[in-house]
């Protein structure tokens, strides 16, 4: 098995005059934890954005290989494949959770299974299973305005891992979050991912939350330079 997850080679992004992206090469291995930090503007959430398929590179390459079946060229895929990609192969996480309010905690969970074509009630159990695990057994019927902060960004977890995602990409999940709610929600985070062999990319500006992750990339100017950090 490759042990190579996402692997991207020369990426360059530009919207308009501004270059985001100035040649980016970044391998991500199977399993391993990730965050991605920078000054506002340095390019960090768009390399985010192209690692995962929501936004196209305007050159270069990235490749996701998955734990069974071909390489997946991610670039190169038109919106449509795209996009069932990130459905499919790929969980979020963001920093509002964008979680949908009219919906409770369990039905938004079941929601990203169903989409995927899980029956409604398989869906709900496993949904369910999944935020038992994460600390919230009997709020499954709760909306998300009855949940706190760090309550409803373990949901959004949830909701990133009922498909079962190898890989999981989070933009700046604790950014709304006080500290000790953020411990809890990275807690949460990296045990849902890293703690079940899959692999996390997290864009943050938090240091205590990058030192949380096996390594740091530090992005200026749009460039990439790693730095290992201690897990």
């Known amino acids: 098995m490759n042990s190579t997850v996402l692997d991207a080679h020369a990426l360059t992004k530009s919207f308009g005059s501004t270059h985001a992206l100035l040649g980016v090469d970044l391998a991500v291995h199977r399993g391993e934890s990730v965050a991605v930090m920078g000054a506002s503007g340095s390019g960090k959430t768009t390399l985010l954005h192209v690692l995962a398929g929501i936004v196209r590179p305007d050159a270069g390459s990235v490749t996701f290989h998955p734990a069974s079946g071909a390489a997946i060229d991610v670039a190169g895929l038109g919106e449509t494949a795209r996009s ?18 009219e919906l409770t905690a369990v039905e938004n969970v079941a929601l990203a299974a169903m989409i995927n074509g899980t029956p409604k009630a398989d869906a709900v159990t496993h949904a369910a299973s999944w935020l038992a695990a994460l600390g919230l057994a009997g709020m499954e019927e709760r909306r998300i305005g009855e949940l706190s902060g760090g309550q409803a960004q373990r949901v959004a977890i949830a909701r990133a891992q009922v498909t079962g995602a190898e890989l999981v990409f989070a933009d700046e999940p604790t950014g709304a979050l006080d500290s000790q709610t953020s411990h809890e929600v990275m807690d949460a985070l990296l045990w849902s991912t890293t703690g079940q062999g899959r692999t996390l990319i997290v864009v943050t500006h938090d240091p205590q939350v990058a030192a949380r992750c096996g390594r740091v990339v530090q992005v200026r100017d749009g460039r990439v330079v790693p730095t290992e950090v201690a897990a």
């Open 84 to 101: 069932r990609l990130r459905r499919e192969r790929f969980g979020f996480v963001f920093q509002q959770g964008l979680l949908i309010p």
